[in-house]
């Protein structure tokens, strides 16, 4: 198994461009996160999706979007970027089966530079 | 809201012991989550407390006490690899129940090992 992979792992942006980020899990998670981190300021949860065709806001959700159409894939969408979203972004799975922990699984991160 | 304190550097010697302390207030609590993060490198899991006490897992123990609102994880033995930062982070109480709503990390300690 690949676990969680991410997609590109760097980019460089100009301010205005857009840019999807994708992430894929093949462990038939039913729960999918996005996180940014950034220096001084821990993780920090942007969208999550608790199934296919369900998406929700997470602490700092704008100027990003998301989707999940299908359930091994969670994408994060940037319409327009800008400097305050250079960042390393995370995704994340995890499951909650009965009488287990519920610990969430981490891709690589993808660095993005928005210039 | 959410609040979750761990100290930001530790040093500490090759073969001694460490304990790396974080404090959290929130809204809600539904378990405690230690990761470890090396430098580039994504998070990954190490212990995972819901109840009060210790959970002991090789050279690494993690500690929860709901009533004081405070964790600590505690490495044995320590070994030149254990230098990265250890992630402390909280299950709130999620609306959905199951744990679904992700986690709130704190800004991360990073142990520096010498020899």
């Known amino acids: 198994n690949a676990g969680v992979t991410q997609t590109p792992k760097f980019r460089v942006l100009k301010t205005g461009q857009s840019m999807t980020l994708l992430c894929a899990q093949d462990m038939n998670h039913e729960y999918m996160y996005w996180y940014r981190q950034d220096p001084g300021m821990g993780l920090r949860l942007i969208h999550y999706s608790v199934g296919e065709g369900t998406t929700a806001k997470g602490e700092v959700p704008d100027g990003y979007n998301v989707s999940r159409l299908k359930k091994q894939n969670f994408l994060l969408g940037l319409e327009s970027a800008a400097p305050s979203q250079t960042s390393v972004y995370f995704c994340?799975?995890?499951?909650?089966?009965?009488?287990?922990?519920?610990?969430?699984?981490f891709g690589p991160g993808t660095r993005l530079t928005v210039t | 809201g959410q609040n979750i304190d761990q100290p930001t550097e530790m040093t500490a010697t090759e073969g001694a012991i460490v304990q790396i302390n974080c404090t959290y207030q929130?809204?809600?609590?539904?378990?405690l989550f230690w990761y470890q993060q090396h430098a580039g490198e994504a998070p990954t899991f190490l212990s995972y407390?819901?109840?009060?006490g210790l959970e002991e897992k090789g050279r690494f123990s993690s500690f929860l006490s709901r009533s004081k609102g405070y964790s600590y994880l505690l490495l044995k033995e320590l070994q030149m690899k254990d230098s990265a930062s250890y992630l402390c982070?909280?299950?709130?109480?999620?609306?959905?129940?199951?744990?679904?709503?992700?986690?709130?990390f704190g800004k991360g300690t990073h142990l520096i090992i010498q020899p």
């Open positions: 929130t809204s809600g609590f539904n378990g």
């Open positions: 982070a909280v299950r709130p109480q999620g609306s959905r129940g199951g744990g679904a709503d992700g986690l709130t």
């Open positions: 407390n819901v109840l009060d």
């Open positions: 994340a799975s995890s499951y909650f089966p009965r009488g287990r922990t519920y610990e969430q699984y």
